[in-house]
């Protein structure tokens, strides 16, 4: 009877789900299921190297490893010394005693010495000038894609080192954006640079550069191993790196899905973007931007200061592909306010024309060639 009675209660107390409901769980079940057998296989058949050394790591490895965390990216780069590290981890640190080996003085008495602060941009123009002029002495500190907070942080640090006769602050349009950053990891998240610089900020009209927490290879191995570290230098970014974002930067679980990789890869594109659009758009550079004024302050330092050492100052306005004349426009006034040697490359080549730009953005041999004789031609004239 007992039993009976539980036979009842169970059926009248039975949940009967739609057939619509069930068909949809079954549909998800294995929808879910396929995407995470293509998770999977995505991780299975394109891995990226874990050796650092390894640059190649193919096409599509390096598409799907696009969207892993930026401190994923990082660390991954690092190797126990700097042997063992990759070449993009090593570059662009602002460490003086790593540039004792550069040229610091004319070969000949009678030769000029060149010292450069940039990226490759200005390295390849000058290596053009050298071309043109072999007896030429080169001194090139630079970074990848430097923005100008690292160029010029370069110079003043690199000032009592050498005796150049000229020097040259090179500004790349496209890393403008960079005035708004500490580090070539937050605004270059698909194969970030690891090196860090300083954020200037106006105060009283002079220029106050905050310096950051972590300054070489081996302070970023420090962080990777202590979290206080780390995270001290997190907090920096958070509080003046606008292109620093949580999702994005930090490493966690995440990094081992290939489809979240995808996703976070797609918001870091768009929030890049977004963040890039109160700095510049198709119509020029924000004058409005704090960035513009610290830049403009810049040159000014850079050219009195180079004056006062018995150098003469060149600034090379570098104008990449989607950038036209915007550059110039900003700065222009300033320029010529203050009577500062200057070269623009748009003046020279067109920065609208393809045929002036090789595949991976940078000017081609005629157009390096061409801009380094304008670098001459401010030489001269100013040798008069």
Known sequence: MRQNNLSIFNSKNKIKFPQKVIKVIKTSF??????????????????????PLNISPGQLNLYFDYGRSIEGKVFRQLGETDEKSSLLSQAGWLQPQDWKKLPSQPEKKENLLIASYGMSFSNQVCEAMKKIDPNLTLRLIAGPAAPPNHSFSAYLLDRKYNQANVVIFAILASSVQGLDT???????????????????????????????????????????????????????????????????????????????????????????????????????????????????????????????????????????????????????????????????????????????????????????????????????????
């Open 182 to 384: 500490m580090s070539g990891m937050t605004w270059g998240a698909e194969v970030p640079p690891s090196f860090t610089y300083p954020k200037y900020q106006i105060k009283e009209q002079k220029l106050i550069a905050i310096q950051p927490k972590i300054n070489s290879l081996i302070d970023l191995r420090e962080a990777k191993k202590e979290p206080l570290k780390r995270q001290e230098f997190i907090q920096q970014l958070q509080q003046n790196d606008r292109f620093y974002n949580l999702f994005t930067f930090h490493q966690n679980f995440l990094d081992s899905s290939s489809m979240i990789r995808l996703i976070r890869r797609s918001f870091s594109q768009n929030f890049k973007f977004s963040v890039n659009r109160r700095i510049h758009t198709e119509k020029g550079f924000n004058l409005d931007w704090e960035g513009i004024a610290v830049l403009k302050l810049m040159i000014q330092e850079f050219s009195k200061t180079a004056q006062a050492d018995g150098k003469l100052p060149i600034v090379l306005l570098l104008n990449d592909q989607g950038y036209d004349d915007h550059l110039f426009q900003a700065l222009k006034t300033t320029l010529e306010a203050e009577s500062i040697p200057y070269v623009s490359t748009h003046q020279i080549v067109s920065p609208t024309d393809q045929n002036n730009f090789v595949g991976d953005g940078h000017f081609t041999l005629e157009a390096n060639q061409k801009i380094a004789q304008a670098v001459f031609n401010v030489i001269e004239q100013n040798q008069k």
């Open 30 to 51: 294995w929808f879910m299921f396929c995407l995470a057998l293509f998770d999977i296989g995505i991780n299975l058949l394109f891995p990226y190297p874990s050796d």
